[in-house]
Nanobody, 128 residues
Framework: EVQLQASGGGLVQAGGSLRLSCATS????????IGWFRQAPGKEREGVSC????????VYADSVKGRFTISSDNVKNTVYLEMNSLKPEDTAVYFC?????????????????????WGKGTLVTVSS
């Protein structure tokens, strides 16, 4: 059974940092694209960053470039999102999702498809 579990959210002041974790199980980590997405109140879900398990190809949404860093631990089958210089507009529920790399695509801000597995989100609140 495929499982993704996001954790690490919380309340932080603007300018602060948080590190999210996405623990995965039930699939071959190297064969999947794993991404972070977020949904703010009243807004559509948007892509934040994606990483390909096999070669660690990484893409970011323009809104988080230079502030967020995605990484993966292929031994622990876990993907991380290090978030620095947080802004109030980063407030959202953050989700991690996964898709088989040969039938999925993820380019935050442009498209994503085939991300068939989603975990429950973790809430990030950035106060001003």
């Amino acid at each position: 059974e495929v499982q993704l579990q996001a954790s690490g959210g919380g309340l932080v002041q603007a300018g602060g940092s948080l590190r999210l974790s996405c623990a995965t199980s039930g699939f071959t980590f190297d064969d999947y694209v794993i991404g972070w997405f977020r949904q703010a109140p009243g807004k559509e879900r948007e892509g934040v960053s994606c990483i390909t398990g096999s070669d660690s190809s990484i893409v970011y949404a323009d809104s988080v470039k230079g502030r967020f860093t995605i990484s993966s631990d292929n031994v622990k089958n876990t993907v991380y999102l290090e978030m620095n210089s947080l802004k109030p507009e980063d407030t959202a529920v953050y989700f991690c999702a996964a898709g088989y790399m040969y039938t999925s695509g993820c380019h935050p801000g442009r498209y994503h498809y085939g991300m068939g597995y989603w975990g429950k989100g973790t809430l990030v609140t950035v106060s001003s």
